[in-house]
Structures are given as C-alpha cells and as structure tokens.
Nanobody, 127 residues
Framework: QVLLVESGGGSVQAGGSLRLSCAASGFIYSSYSTYCMGWFRQAPGKEREGVAVIGTSGRTTYADSGKVRFTISKDNAKNTLYLQMNSLKPEDSAMYYC??????????????????WGQGTQVTVSS
C-alpha cells in the first residue's frame, strides 16, 4: 500500500515562501518513478482544486493560480515530491494534499484519477 506523508506547512505572512514535501513509501510492484504526482488544496467551504502535477517524464502543469509562483518537483531517488511556493497570498491558505497515480495518461489537475492521497499539511497565509 502506497503511503504519502506531507510536511512543510505552516503560517507565513503574505509575500513569504514555503516548501512542502511529500514523502512516499510502500512501492512494492512499481517504483516511485512510475507514478505521476500532484498537489491539491482545499480551503474551508471550498471545493478541492488542483495546484500542480508532475508526470513520470518530469513534465509539469500548473493551475493558473500558481503558475508563476509555485514550482513542483520530484526526487525519485528520495521518493519525495516537493512544492516550492513563493509570493504567497492569503488566498493560498488551505490544506494541501499530495496524490499519486501509477503511469498516468495525462496530467490530471482535477484529481479524479489519483489512487493514493496523503493526510494533508495546513498552509495559512496572513495579510
């Protein structure tokens, strides 16, 4: 069973930066490198939204909200996914989740295709 554990959330002021990490384990039949990984977020009272996705080739896609400010990356040697967030805004406040899907056919920002989800890490940005 694949296990995803997020970390790195916290409280920052607007304009600040955070780096989220998602440590993955439990890959028995397929290696971490064969998984597409994504970051999603959900604020209270709002629907979950995709933030960024990285495919097995390293290709990435971003939601418009973070296209310039956020960078997703994946270290296959460490089985770890990252999200570097710069110039944070209060509207970025949410619970951030990482998710994994094996050999994705497209970079899914909707989140419907992912098999595994972490428990989330809270990001709070104050003005």
């Amino acid at each position: 069973q694949v296990l995803l554990v997020e970390s790195g959330g916290g409280s920052v002021q607007a304009g600040g930066s955070l780096r989220l990490s998602c440590a993955a384990s439990g890959f028995i039949y397929s290696s971490y490198s064969t998984y597409c990984m994504g970051w999603f977020r959900q604020a209270p009272g709002k629907e979950r939204e995709g933030v960024a996705v990285i495919g097995t080739s390293g290709r990435t896609t971003y939601a418009d909200s973070g296209k310039v400010r956020f960078t997703i990356s994946k270290d296959n040697a460490k089985n770890t996914l990252y999200l570097q967030m710069n110039s944070l805004k209060p509207e970025d406040s949410a619970m951030y989740y990482c998710a994994a899907v094996h050999m994705c056919r497209w970079l899914d920002l909707q989140g419907d295709s992912y098999n595994y989800w972490g428990q989330g890490t809270q990001v709070t940005v104050s003005s």
